[in-house]
């Protein structure tokens, strides 16, 4: 009943798994990008982690060159936040940009399934 010329499950069926797959592809993009800033983040959080460690040392030092230093460590702690801004202010930007290509493509996507469907109509007569 299912496999008659007439039938279009199997062809429904391979259709679906296309826009999976697409939508796979396009959530692997979304993905890698968060997770590729991410680790960029955390990599500088843990930098200043560290720095934040030794200006604490150097303040209980009581050292007055150890005090020095700390300007300097200071120096890069805010220069790290600038870079997490910056990480997160462009991941913001790759994040718009694949959705806008996934709609974009969407859109592509159904304008080309109404092409299709307005080809199969019978001609009038």
Not at 82 to 105: G, M, N, P, T
Request: hydrophobic share 30%.
């Amino acid at each position: 009943m299912g496999d008659g010329p007439g039938d279009n499950t199997h062809c429904r069926s391979l259709e679906d798994k296309d826009e999976e797959e697409e939508e796979e592809g396009c959530d692997a993009e979304a993905w890698e990008t968060l997770s590729r800033s991410f680790d960029q983040v955390q990599s500088v959080l843990d930098q200043n982690r560290l720095l934040i460690q030794q200006v604490n040392e150097n303040q209980q030092s009581r050292i007055h060159d150890n005090l020095v230093k700390n300007v300097s460590l200071i120096r890069e702690i805010n220069g790290n936040f600038c870079k997490v801004i910056s990480i997160y202010s462009k991941l913001s930007a790759d994040f718009v940009d694949i959705v806008r290509r996934r709609r974009a493509e969407n859109d592509g996507d159904e304008k080309k399934k109404e092409e299709s469907v307005d080809l199969n109509l019978p001609l009038s007569r």
